[in-house]
């Protein structure tokens, strides 16, 4: 199926990839017959990825013409935060609006793509060539994940994977509830109309969303990439939170049909608004269900950690840059347990890296070791079903618990919105928000050891993200 260039080049390649040059569009092929009810529809990639991702290994760009749609897609930088990508996307929409006969634009923005596209529109005042705005999993309060890739624990591997950069940074939740309070109450923000849609489905064992998905599940339903709640934004509509997982949902034959209502002149109501009842405490709440660990290993890697009893199952997951053959997990006992499977991951945040697997029912109360000769950069995660989980009420819950608490501070730069990280630090015991005066995005893990009423050992980390402004206030 043919794609026309106007005056530009095709960027991107295969779909998925990030070799697309930022700023070049390119139209789809004009319907054997326009339909003056159907708007222009201009398809926006994600994070890590390119234009192609819309019409290589994926139909959407074939629906969308079988239906009657003119169609556009651009790129943008891969790698860049919303500002860079906005001031962009802003430019060029204005001349796919005069390309298409000044016929306003529906724009669809796949995952970070949609950030991109209300920076447009909102910041850089693009919101006169746009009707609507369709988001497909965006994270428009961030993702736990970007929490996670620039943590103490995470961060040698993210950047060893080449996934420690300025998107990451301005993914991290802290950060987008600074970004919410400067988009959400600005004059430009009501001048179109948002519709999302969500996923909440991340794979069986072993697929390429499921140790992602694995890990945001203390955090609510999600594709393995964004949580379903993060996905919503305040003031849109929410036309459907369905079984998608981060890549399905970018696909034509799975939600084209979907959003399809409302890329028309005449749109019916969508299924219901964001915020829902009870939506802010559970973007703010802490996951208490893990234990999070990593570093660089100079030489042989051997790390433990302890697990209580009465858990019914423990996922452990090992990320590393080499495949480890030899990596081994020991019980307690001192029974050797093999990875059950290991692949390359593929969703955004640590795209490139090796992860292995141990599944255990009802684990021996203990002190577990991963061990393997290699050297290597390594982050592992322990997820626990266990009832202690629910009992753990953040790290300021009673009990007798040690704490150790890691952060770093982003500030921002004279334009007061692009992050730098600025501090960095660690020390024992818990950190009071009194000592969080300084304004900027903190990245804060806390490492909690303690007995269970039983006298066995337990341990947890818990990783959040905060803004905190120029007044020493802190957001949740």
């Known amino acids: 199926m043919m794609l026309i260039f106007p005056g530009m080049v095709k960027a ?20 054997s017959a326009i339909d003056p009810s159907k708007s222009p529809l201009v398809f926006v990639h994600g994070y890590n990825n390119s234009s192609a991702v819309w019409h290589e290994g994926n139909d959407m760009y074939e629906v969308a013409l079988a239906n009657g749609y003119e169609t556009a897609f651009i790129d943008l930088h891969h790698d860049r935060d919303m500002w860079t990508n906005g001031a962009i996307l802003a430019e060029k929409l204005e001349e796919m609006y005069r390309h298409f006969g000044e016929k ?25 060539y746009v009707s609507n705005v369709i988001s497909l999993s965006s994270p428009h309060h961030g993702t736990q994940l970007a929490d996670l890739a620039h943590s103490s624990a995470a961060w040698w591997l993210a950047a060893l994977l080449g996934n420690n950069n300025e998107a990451t940074e301005s993914l991290q939740t802290g950060n ?10 600005h004059e430009n923000n009501a001048k179109n109309r948002y519709y999302t849609l969500g996923g909440t489905k991340w794979g069986s064992f072993g697929s390429a969303s499921y140790w992602g998905g694995l ?15 993060n996905s919503r934004l305040p003031g849109a509509s929410i036309v459907q ?5 981060h890549t399905s949902i970018r696909e034509g034959s799975h939600t084209f049909p979907v959003f399809r209502p409302y890329t028309t002149i005449t749109q019916p109501a969508a299924v219901f608004s964001s915020p829902s009842p009870g939506y802010e ?26 697990v209580e009893e009465n858990v019914k199952f ?21 029974k050797e347990f093999k990875t059950k499977k290991a692949y390359k991951e593929e969703s955004d945040f640590f795209k490139g890296a090796w992860v292995h697997q141990f599944e255990i029912d009802h684990p021996e109360a203990g002190n577990w070791e991963l061990s393997t000769p290699a050297n290597a950069s390594y982050l592992y995660t322990v997820t626990l079903d266990s009832p202690l989980n629910d009992k753990i009420q953040g790290k300021f819950a009673k009990s ?31 950190m009071s928000d009194s000592e969080f005066t300084q304004e900027g995005v903190y990245n804060v893990t806390t490492e909690i050891k303690g007995l269970t009423e039983t006298g066995k050992p337990y341990e947890r980390t818990i990783i959040e993200s905060f803004h905190v402004d120029q007044n020493g206030k802190r957001y949740n």
């Open 12 to 31: 991107g390649g295969l779909g998925g990839d990030d070799s697309g040059t930022p700023g070049y569009w390119y139209a789809g092929e004009t319907p």
């Open 104 to 128: 306003k634009l529906v724009v669809i923005g796949y995952s970070k793509g949609g950030l991109d596209i209300q920076t447009a529109l909102v910041h850089y005042n693009a919101h006169p």
């Open 176 to 185: 987008m509830q600074y970004y919410r309070s400067l988009t959400d109450s």
């Open 215 to 229: 890990y945001l599940s203390q955090y609510g339903k999600n594709d393995g990439v964004v949580t379903a709640i």
């Open 241 to 245: 939170e369905g079984s998608w997982n």
């Open 281 to 306: 405490a559970a973007v703010s709440q802490p996951g208490t269900h893990s234990i999070v660990k990593g570093g660089k290993a100079g030489r042989a890697i051997s790390d433990q950690f302890s």
């Open 314 to 334: 423990i996922t452990v997951s090992f990320l590393s840059e080499k495949n480890l053959s030899a990596l081994k997990l020991t019980s307690p006992d001192g």
């Open 400 to 430: 007798h618990r040690t704490f150790k608490t890691k952060w770093i501070r982003f500030g921002f730069d004279p334009s007061g919105k692009k992050l730098q990280q600025k501090a960095k630090g660690e020390k024992p015991g818990h």
